[in-house]
């Protein structure tokens, strides 16, 4: 009986200690970032923030973007619990077309692999639309 108590007690303990097993929480202010229509050749940075929420160190391992077209940038050491970081994205503003990528980040996380989201649309405003009314007629002299 003395044993079988033992066994309980040492089991109870082993439980407790991995129920309190420290684990990172990463949570994102935003997972999308809006570009709205902006011109060709502007400022593509934006800023993905975050925060550990956890409570052991955040380490971001990699951070890979759908296209060579957007440059990530993650945090280079770990977040500390409670501390804030955050992903910079470099989206090339010289290529005229609407933005849609994907930014994957992978780190120690409760949840190790989250997609973050850009979009918008990048318009070169040298260049008329055949839409666009003119202010005189190609027949006017």
């Known amino acids: ?35 709205g229509t902006i011109e060709k050749g502007a400022d593509g940075v934006r800023v993905f ?7 052991a160190p955040l380490i ?31 989206y090339d503003t010289n290529r005229v077309m609407p933005i849609r990528k994907t930014i994957t980040v992978m780190s120690n996380a409760d949840t190790p692999t989250i997609a973050l989201k850009i979009k918008g649309e990048v318009i070169d405003p040298s260049k008329t639309s055949v839409l666009e009314k003119k202010d005189k007629s190609v027949m006017s002299k």
């Open 49 to 55: 923030e975050f925060t550990n929420t956890g409570n």
């Open 1 to 35: 009986m003395k044993h079988l108590i033992t066994i309980l007690f040492i089991g109870l303990i082993g439980f407790s200690v991995n129920a309190q097993e420290k684990v990172a929480k990463i949570e994102f202010k935003d997972t999308t970032i809006d570009y």
């Open 60 to 90: 971001i391992s990699n951070v890979k973007s759908s296209c060579g077209c957007t440059v990530p940038k993650k945090p280079d050491g770990p977040i500390a619990p409670g501390e804030t970081g955050e992903i910079q994205v470099k």
